[in-house]
């Protein structure tokens, strides 16, 4: 499903596949984007759409995997190869990513909650914190 997301997503420049619109989202839908990552054991580049919002110059994700005990493998890639591109319909652009500090995910956190609510469902379902991921520009020169 993921595969056909992106394929959609790319071929259309994002007018298709750039708003999450399922729970949450139905009412109030959220934009999404494209986050490659590089496989921590495989080297393969993978390609995974994601809820996102915009701080400032940063754009923030989180690896909330619907609730499971689990971090999304998304999320262990960028641990082990933290830089990376996004595409925002149909600007790509380089990014590090890190993982957002106590102080930061608790500034963030109620942001990202208005962005799309389910982030509060995920959470109380979660034996885990759910890691806020910061996607900050980086220069590619």
């Not at 394929?7 to 420049?13: A, L, N, P």
């Not at 080297?43 to 754009?59: K, Q």
């Not at 923030?60 to 493998?73: E, F, I, N, R, Y």
Request: charged residues 25%; hydrophobic residues 35%; contains cysteine.
């Amino acid at each position: 499903m993921t595969r056909i997301q992106v394929w959609v997503y790319r071929r259309t420049r994002g007018r298709l596949g750039g708003r999450w619109r399922v729970a949450a989202g139905f009412r109030k839908p959220v934009p999404t984007l494209l986050l490659d990552h590089r496989g921590r054991k495989s080297g393969r580049l993978y390609t995974t759409p994601l809820v996102y919002m915009t701080d400032g110059a940063d754009t923030v994700v989180v690896a909330s995997q619907g609730g499971l005990p689990k971090h999304p493998q998304w999320y262990l890639n960028l641990c082990a190869h933290p830089d990376t591109c996004i595409q925002i319909r149909t600007d790509r652009r380089p990014v590090r990513a890190r993982t957002a500090d106590p102080q930061e995910r608790s500034r963030l956190w109620p942001l990202l909650l208005d962005v799309y609510a389910d982030f509060e469902v995920y959470q109380s379902w979660a034996e885990r914190e759910i890691p806020v991921v910061i996607l900050h520009p980086r220069s590619t020169g």
